[in-house]
């Protein structure tokens, strides 16, 4: 059975740090490109980060460019997304991906909030 689990989420001031995590079953994890996507109220969802399957190339979004890092670690089955100097407007919930070809599969989601 297939299986993203995302965890990591909660609530955070301005300025803090929080890393989620995303757990894959199911599927044989290095094969696929992970990305990590986040929908606020009233939003749509759009990419934060992605990074390949193998070699580690990775993708941002310009507004999280240089505040956030996204990595995986392939033996574990697990990607995560670092985030630091979090602002309220990173305030979504959080979508792990991975994709491979027609194959395309989505945990669902972890709530970050920053607020004061």
């Known amino acids: 059975q297939v299986q993203l689990v995302e965890s990591g989420g909660g609530l955070v001031q301005p300025g803090g740090s929080l890393r989620l995590s995303c757990a894959a079953s199911?599927?044989?994890?290095?094969?696929?490109?992970l990305s990590w996507y986040r929908q606020a109220p009233g939003k749509e969802r759009e990419l934060v980060a992605a990074v390949a399957g193998v070699g580690g190339r990775t993708n941002y979004a310009g507004s999280v460019k240089g505040r956030f890092t996204i990595s995986r670690d392939n033996a574990k089955n697990t990607g995560y997304l670092q985030m630091n100097s979090l602002k309220p407007e990173d305030t979504s919930v959080y979508y792990c991906n991975a994709k491979s070809g027609f194959m395309d599969y989505w945990g669902k989601g972890t709530l970050v909030t920053v607020s004061s």
């Open positions: 199911g599927f044989t994890f290095s094969r696929y490109a």
